[in-house]
């Protein structure tokens, strides 16, 4: 059967752009189930001129799985109207190191949709690598070495990052979560079954089984490794354009050269402990672990 979108992908890598999807009216299940795949498929995907309210915003995230406002404070009972707009510029130094989302929670999100309402005239891209890409990349005998160790995922960089605002988040973070968490370093895919590096330098702090000196030489050996070119796209962004993507599997960057405003709207989808089941499905089906 013809695919009710297009799928153009943009690198062999990573990303794609979808055209055919208009978010103002509901999703139909093909749309839904193509937009699905294009995301399990090229990690991150891109869709332009979506002139939408947070409630059809929403309600395109709910063909997806649970949506939170954002996942440090957010929690089931969010609504649309709790989606924040907001110019990111005076905390973009905090986010210009690469990541997955928020990997220092217990349960990170699944999946992340941002929004852009106002852009720079120049300036401001996301940029994207697959950890997929970069898993396949590294030799044999790293892969043995890495697969089955755990490291430590520490909020404390981030709120460094935020310079005059970290004090707050910090006090607002703290009220609802520990300050680490450890994850496996790599995960395999619950819907994909490919394997990912999950670490990043935004968040990991140390490899658990390995004595400080060992990882402190090789976590900035993998750090390095993720920005590689051969794994990463870059977004120029204009007003209205939609990017979704699989936390699980991809990492981004915000490059913060610009000093005009940079105005979105973010919502998550929620997550489950990384390696344990989770799948992007309606709001209501097996979205979380069993």
């Not at 990303?15 to 093909?30: F, H, I, Q, T, Y």
């Amino acid at each position: 059967m013809t695919s009710p979108i297009t799928v153009q992908p943009l690198t062999t890598s990573v990303g794609a752009v979808l055209d055919g999807v208009d978010m103002r009216e509901p999703l139909p299940a093909p749309v839904a189930a193509a937009v699905r795949q294009a995301v399990l498929d090229h990690g991150v995907v891109f869709m332009r001129g979506q002139d939408i309210d947070l409630e059809q915003f929403w309600a395109f995230m709910e063909n997806f799985g649970v949506p939170l406002k954002e996942e440090s404070e957010g929690s089931e009972d969010d609504r649309p109207s709790d989606v924040g707009t907001a110019d990111l510029g005076p905390t973009r130094f905090a986010t210009a190191v690469w990541h997955a989302d928020t990997t220092s929670l217990e349960r990170p999100p699944i999946a992340t949709a941002l929004r852009a309402v106002e852009v720079p005239p120049f300036g401001g891209d996301t940029c994207w690598s697959s950890m997929t890409a970069a898993w396949d990349a590294l030799s044999e005998p790293m892969q043995r070495m890495l697969d089955g160790l755990t490291a430590i995922h520490s909020v404390q960089g981030t709120v460094e990052r935020m310079r005059e605002f970290g004090a707050f988040f910090e006090a607002r973070y703290t009220e609802r979560h520990a300050r680490e968490q450890v994850h496996p370093v790599v995960l395999t895919h619950p819907e994909t079954g490919r394997k990912a590096l999950f670490v990043s330098e935004c968040f990991v702090t140390r490899i658990v089984e390995l004595s400080p000196q060992e990882s402190a030489a090789l976590l900035p050996v993998l750090f390095r490794h993720v920005e590689s070119p051969l794994f990463t796209v870059r977004w120029k962004w204009s007003a209205n354009d939609i990017a979704f993507w699989d936390n699980r599997s991809v990492q981004h960057f915000a490059v913060p050269d610009y000093e005009t405003a940079r105005v979105m709207q973010r919502i998550v989808l929620a997550g489950v402990r990384p390696g344990e089941t989770s799948v992007l499905a309606p709001r209501g089906t097996a979205a979380r672990a069993a």
